[in-house]
C-alpha cells in the first residue's frame, strides 16, 4: 500500500481559520482567538474556562487550564493548579510558561468523563492508493488528575464505542461515530482544497456532557 507523502501543517490558528471557512463545521470549532492580554481577559469573562495551547506544538506540551473563579483565576498546567488573586498576575505567570511562544485560546468545552476523568476521541485518517482512509478511532481517557488526555502524557486508550458508551450512553454510539465521520469527510475536503498535499490527519474530538461534538484540534502529523 502506497502512504501519500504528507505535507506538514504545523499552525493549529491556520487550521482553524480554514475550517472556520464552512458554516457546517464552523458549529463544531470551539471560540478561539490568538493569546494576548484583551484576548484572555474578554474571553475567561465571557466563558469561565479556557484552555490556552501553543499554535505550534502536539502531544499536549505546553497546554494550559484558566478558570475565572469570581475576582481570581486559577490556572493549571500539568497536575498543579496556581491562584491568582489579579489578572496582571495570572499574565506574569503565563508569559513565564510560554517563553514568548505564540499560544491560542480556546473556549474550554466540559468533555464527558468516566469516573470524574474526561474523555476525548483521535480519529486517524490517511491517503493511500489516492484515496483517504480510516485507520482508527480511538477513545483517549485523562490519567486521574489531569485535563489533557494524551497517551504520552499517561492516558488511557480504548475503542470509540466503549467510550462513547461508559461517558454518555450506549444508544449514542452509533450516532455519534457516524458524526465524526461525516465531521472528517467535510474538513478533510475543506483542508486537502485550502492546503494541497496533505496526506495524513489526525482529529481530536471531544464531545461534551450535552453529547455536542467539538473539533478540539486537527494535526497533520499524528502520532
Known amino acids: 500500500m502506497e ?13 482553524t481559520n480554514a475550517l472556520l471557512s464552512n458554516p457546517y ?15 484572555l481577559r474578554a474571553m475567561t469573562n465571557r466563558y469561565g474556562m479556557v484552555v490556552v495551547k501553543p499554535v505550534c506544538g502536539g502531544g499536549g506540551i505546553g497546554v494550559m487550564k484558566i478558570e475565572k473563579i469570581r475576582s481570581s ?39 464527558a468523563t468516566i469516573g470524574g476523568r474526561p474523555i476525548d476521541y483521535r480519529v486517524k485518517y490517511v491517503k ?4 483517504w482512509t480510516y485507520r482508527s478511532m480511538l477513545g483517549r481517557l485523562a490519567r ?20 462513547i458508551r ?27 482544497s485550502r492546503f494541497p498535499g496533505i496526506g495524513q490527519l489526525g482529529y481530536d474530538y471531544g464531545i461534551d456532557r450535552k453529547g455536542h461534538i467539538w473539533i478540539l484540534e486537527v494535526n497533520t502529523r499524528p502520532q
Open 144 to 163: 486521574r488528575g489531569l485535563f489533557v488526555t494524551n497517551l504520552c502524557r499517561g492516558g488511557t486508550q480504548m475503542s470509540a464505542a466503549q467510550g
Open 3 to 15: 502512504v501519500t507523502i504528507s505535507r506538514q501543517l504545523a499552525s493549529k490558528w491556520q487550521k
Open 73 to 111: 483565576y486559577r490556572l493549571t498546567y500539568k497536575s498543579a493548579s496556581r491562584t491568582f488573586s489579579s489578572f496582571k498576575g495570572l499574565m506574569r505567570a503565563l508569559n513565564a510558561t510560554r517563553l514568548k511562544r505564540s499560544y491560542l485560546i480556546q473556549k474550554g468545552i466540559r468533555l
Open 25 to 39: 463545521i464552523a458549529r463544531h470549532i470551539p471560540p478561539s482567538r490568538l493569546l494576548n492580554s484583551a484576548n
Open 128 to 131: 493511500q492508493n489516492g484515496q
Open 166 to 192: 461508559r461517558s454518555l450512553s450506549g444508544k449514542w454510539v452509533k450516532a455519534k461515530k457516524r458524526e465524526m465521520r461525516h465531521l472528517t469527510n467535510a474538513s478533510t475536503t475543506l483542508l486537502e
